[in-house]
């Protein structure tokens, strides 16, 4: 039987690397896409199943090439991992214009031009799987997270969408939202209570592994915090 194929959008480092990770171990493979060359140009040594796109998620030309040229490749995209973000936290009145811009066009935007990229052949084969990489701040606020707040809800709201939408195309749509995990994210300080890279991609592999009558809509995770009484 052919391998199956996923594209991963942040693949660079990350919960992206840890997902590409964890479908090459499943016997997939894995076109992930970053702008950071050579850890695309480490990872394609070290997993032979494994090939890096230099591509910023932005560009929609990019995202049609690239997904033509995985599927001359490889054959048939399997399942699109939207995972790549940015976050930039500061009160609304001080967060600058071009934070807002990229959290919007790197977190919404982004899911939306890979989504249409993969979806026509997708459709047209009515077999493919769309997750999106979201976050508990898709589900609730904080101060100092307008931007990215609303990119995550925004991001939630259109995979809540599409999930309707490919209803007759048999497709299956997935959030993963995750809270704080260890990466280094937006440079925050890595807390003490987080989840692992690896927790994350373990639940994608869930979705992704489930028999093809089950759709996983929403998967929120969070750290066990000890003696945290309630929270986000
Ligand atoms: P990370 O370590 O900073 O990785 C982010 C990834 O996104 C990198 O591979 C980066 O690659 C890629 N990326 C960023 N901007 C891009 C662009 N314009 N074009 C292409 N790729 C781009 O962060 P992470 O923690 O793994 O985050 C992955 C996802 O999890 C994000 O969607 C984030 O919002 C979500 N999340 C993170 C946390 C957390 O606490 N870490 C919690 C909840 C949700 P290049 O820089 O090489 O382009």
Redesign the pocket.
Known sequence: MAQPVAIV??????????IARRLLMEDWRVAG?????E??RDMEKEWPSFRGFV?????RARAKAIVEEVEKTWGPVDALI??????HYAPTWELSEDHWD?ML???LK?PFLWSQAVLPSMMARKKGHLLF?????GTTTFPGGAG?CA??WGLMALADTLRQEVKPYELRVTVV??????????G?PI?PY??L?ED?AEACWHALSAPERVIYGTIIMRPKVPGELGGA
Do not use: C, M, W
């Open positions: 959008t942040g693949a660079s480092r990350g919960v992206g690397r840890a896409v970053a702008r950071s060359e850890a695309l591509a910023d998620v932005r560009d939207a995972n790549a973000g940015v976050g990229e066009e790197v977190n982004g990489i979201s976050s508990v701040a990215y990119s995550k939202a995750p809270g704080s995990i260890q990466t280094g994210f937006a925050s807390k987080s989840l890279p994350v």
